[in-house]
């Protein structure tokens, strides 16, 4: 799959020797670093997001588990330029882990590291516990505007601040209908019966937060969106951005269905839409299903939202 993904970057990226990590070739001096990852098995996610204006290099673990310390270190080796780097990645227990064994092992080295992980799942925690929540989607526009920031910015202080709000304004909830399976396996993350949904599920297939019968498109997408309302919350004047995100067998018929519903909610709550977002960025397999996005925004926060970017994963012209 890595040496794939090489070929497709068509020339813009290596793999690491001995590591299953890639980087980008052209990364300038003096460049604030920004280096992503992740489990595997959540394509384009997220070593699809090596590019122009978004992670510098990616360190990727097997199917549904963590990058080793040592892979993160050496592509974080590769990416540094001496001017830090940032770490961007799901707030998952083993990733959590060995980034941090990768961070203190750089910082021996005299590289300065800063951790920012991605906790966007409203399903996951209540707001007070915060930091208790998965990294979903949101991954996808965090990548964006941290890529922008560190791209712009000279201060890795300034980079992580960039970040950080954009941690603070995102939201993410999804459902499915049908399980992604395990490779090694073969075996579903969880049974549904033909008539079931389960809401709030995790990146892994997780449990959600309830399992109940198949409704309407538009009775699915009211039951997220309220939650997502309501969590940080969002109201009447705010400017998002809007991202539904396709778990791995959903069509885009599908979504665009949820789309319009979506924006007839925001009519009536008086949220104007800065951006849409609609595709295929972080799955689960060949899970059936999807998850919505939002993130409030600010004029910063839009100037990084809206820069150019481009990768096999991602792009923003």
């Known amino acids: ?9 068509d020339g813009a990226v290596v793999k690491l020797p001995d590591h299953d990590a890639i980087v980008k070739k052209e990364i300038p001096d003096g460049k604030v670093a920004l280096l992503i990852g992740g489990g595997s098995g959540h394509e384009p996610m997220f070593h699809g997001f090596v590019g122009k204006n978004l992670g510098d290099g990616a360190a990727c673990g ?14 974080a080796k590769a990416v540094d330029r001496g001017n830090g780097i940032l770490f961007l990645y799901g707030n ?44 979903i989607a949101g991954d996808v526009l ?8 560190a791209a712009e910015l000279d201060s890795l202080d300034e980079v992580e601040r960039v970040t950080r709000k954009a941690g603070d304004n995102v939201r993410t909830m999804g459902v499915a209908v049908s399980a992604g399976s395990i490779p090694e396996t073969g075996k579903l993350t969880f049974e549904l ?5 389960e809401i709030g599920m995790g990146a892994h297939g997780e449990a959600g937060i309830a ?23 969002f109201g009447k004047g705010d400017e998002v951005a809007l991202l539904i995100n396709n778990l791995g067998a959903t069509t885009m018929m599908e979504m665009l269905v949820v789309n319009r519903r979506l924006r007839h909610v925001f009519d009536e709550q008086g949220i104007t839409v800065h951006r849409t977002l609609v ?17 409030k925004l600010d004029d910063e926060l839009k100037h990084y939202l809206d820069m ?10």
């Not at 799959?1 to 970057?9: C, E, K, Q, S, T």
């Not at 516990?129 to 998965?134: E, G, I, K, N």
């Open 1 to 9: 799959m890595i040496d794939g993904l090489v070929f497709a970057n």
């Open 279 to 295: 595709g295929t960025w972080l799955t689960v397999q060949e899970m059936a299903g999807f998850s919505v996005t939002l993130m």
């Open 308 to 317: 150019p970017a481009s990768s096999v994963g991602f792009s923003n012209m």
């Open 142 to 149: 965090m990548i964006k505007i941290a890529g922008g920031a």
């Open 193 to 197: 019966a033909d008539d079931e949904i």
């Open 92 to 135: 998952y227990a083993g990733d959590n882990m060995n980034f941090d064994i990768a961070a203190e092992m750089l910082e021996d080295d005299g590289i300065d590291v800063r951790t920012v992980r991605v906790r966007d799942d409203v399903a996951a925690a209540p707001p007070d516990r915060m930091d208790d929540r998965r990294g």
């Open 62 to 75: 097997e199917i549904f588990a963590a990058p080793s310390p040592d892979t993160i270190y050496e592509a």
């Open 211 to 233: 399992r109940q019968k198949l409704q309407t498109a538009d009775e699915i997408t009211d039951q997220l969106i309220e939650k997502i309302l309501s969590d940080l919350p």
